[in-house]
């Protein structure tokens, strides 16, 4: 059975920084693409940032570039995602999913079969 879990929300102040953790279970990490969203009450799921399963440097929303970087570790069979310098606007309860396997990552949530319970980051003085 394939599963995600994540780990590390947790409540910072603005300006501070988290790294969360998504582990996979079932299946390897590195064999799909992996990505990250987030979403607020009303609204939906939107795509932070994805790796391939090829890995390289990622994609990101414009709204996170350059604060947050998304990393696999393959041995732990596990994805991060580095946030810096955290804004009120972060905050949101963060989700990580895998999707079939490709050369290229999409941030489109329709693109993801898998998905973790989530995990609550709050950006807050």
């Known amino acids: 059975q394939w599963q995600l879990v994540e780990s590390g929300g947790d409540l910072v102040q603005p300006g501070g920084s988290l790294r969360l953790s998504c582990a996979a279970s079932g299946f390897r990490l590195d064999y799909n693409v992996v990505g990250w969203f987030r979403q607020v009450p009303g609204k939906g799921r939107e795509g932070v940032s994805c790796l391939s399963m090829t890995g390289g440097s990622g994609n990101y929303a414009d709204s996170v570039k350059g604060r947050f970087t998304i990393s696999r570790d393959i041995a732990k069979n596990t994805i991060y995602l580095q946030m810096n310098n955290l804004k009120p606007e972060d905050t949101a309860v963060y989700y990580c999913?895998?999707?079939?396997?490709?050369?290229?990552?999409?941030?489109?949530?329709?693109?993801?079969?898998?998905w973790g319970p989530g995990t609550q980051v709050t950006v807050s003085s």
């Open positions: 999913a895998a999707g079939a396997p490709t050369s290229y990552c999409s941030r489109s949530e329709s693109d993801y079969q898998t």
